[in-house]
């Protein structure tokens, strides 16, 4: 049996002599209350660095999945941009990746705001050209009546 603090109780009982032996096993590397305090403590006192730590970390993620994400959508959207914008987002994409590789999360996340706000200008460029194709397209419907052509074959 287990208890509630880890310790273990071992019981064994020889049926053909009735004798019977018992152990108990606790950890020796056990942590006393003090190492236990202490602990906690530099917790605590780590906490701020590691949220620092974490949202650095976040950052970057955030800056390599943009720029693979917005060099995808640019090679999708082909010669539907213009050059200078792909200039453009190339020239904020090198700058997002530079500042990657510091340390300072602030800049990373200015210069993924800056990446953002020129993706959705590109991304707008290229769907206002796409819909300005479409529009002139003029009435070229035709009105026709349905026929049934099982109707037509029957006839016969």
């Known amino acids: 049996d287990i208890d509630a603090n880890g310790i273990v109780n071992v019981s064994a009982k020889d ?5 019977e032996q018992k152990i108990t096993i606790t950890a020796s590397g056990a942590l006393s209350d ?11 006192e780590h906490s701020s660095a590691d949220s620092a730590r974490k949202e650095l970390i976040d950052a970057k993620n955030n800056a390599d999945s943009l720029a693979y994400s917005t060099r995808k959508a640019v090679a999708d959207l082909g010669d539907k941009v213009n050059s200078a914008k792909k200039q453009e987002i190339e020239d904020a994409l090198s700058r997002l990746e530079e500042v990657a590789k510091g340390e300072d ?19 707008t460029q290229a769907y206002q050209q796409a819909d300005s194709q479409q529009a002139p397209g003029g009435d070229s419907t035709v009105d026709t009546e349905a026929t049934d052509v099982d109707d037509q074959n029957t006839d016969n």
């Open 15 to 19: 049926l053909a002599t009735k004798k």
């Open 34 to 44: 003090d190492e236990i305090d202490k602990m906690m403590k530099d917790a605590e």
């Open 105 to 123: 999360a602030a800049s990373i996340k200015a210069e993924i705001e800056a990446v953002t706000k020129i993706l959705h200008e590109l991304s």
